[in-house]
């Protein structure tokens, strides 16, 4: 068996008027994020951390936002993507630890949710999808609610056997 590990981060604007949704829950705010797509930070970066410990590129390569086909999708049907060419590779995921980076709204309320949402687009148990929120102690854009970060890092486990016909392609 061969690990791999990915590390993702994203950020969005945030404006007022449009849905914020993180981890493919829609979050009671004023303000969401600016984006051509759903806007999902939480899900881009995990897409990140996931296509990365493959050395598969970036989600803005397999989703350009210059794409009319992506242009408002559910970040969830991306993360579904995602995941078909981490199987198609011979990769499951081990774990997943997401850190949320939003002075506000506070985000404690829809962590299990976003949890549950994550595990079931990823096929893996409830336990090995962290979420975590933080602010910036009101520093920097975050702090000063101009935008929302995100972090994520997963941890692949492979079969050796698909994974060498995946990457002689």
Do not use: W
Request: hydrophobic share 40%; glycine share 12%.
């Amino acid at each position: 068996m061969e690990i791999r590990v990915g590390n993702g981060y994203d950020v969005h604007a945030l404006a007022p008027g449009l849905r914020l949704r993180l981890g493919g829950v829609d979050i009671e705010s004023p303000v969401g994020c600016v984006a051509h797509s759903d806007g999902d930070v939480a899900i881009h970066a995990l897409c990140d951390a996931l296509l990365g410990a493959l050395a598969l590129g970036d989600i803005g390569g397999h989703f350009p936002d210059t794409s009319d086909e992506f242009k408002g999708i559910d970040s969830r049907i991306l993360l579904g993507r995602t995941m078909s060419l981490i199987r198609e590779a011979g990769y499951g995921v081990g774990n997943a630890d997401i850190t949320i980076a939003l002075q506000r709204p506070k985000l404690a309320s829809y962590i299990p949710s976003m949890r549950e949402t994550l595990a079931g687009i990823m096929e893996v148990p409830v336990t090995s999808v962290s979420v975590k929120a933080t602010t910036t102690e009101k520093l920097g854009f975050v702090g000063r609610q101009e935008g929302c970060a995100v972090y994520a890092t997963v941890l692949l486990f492979g079969n050796q056997s698909r994974r060498s016909e995946f990457f002689e392609k």
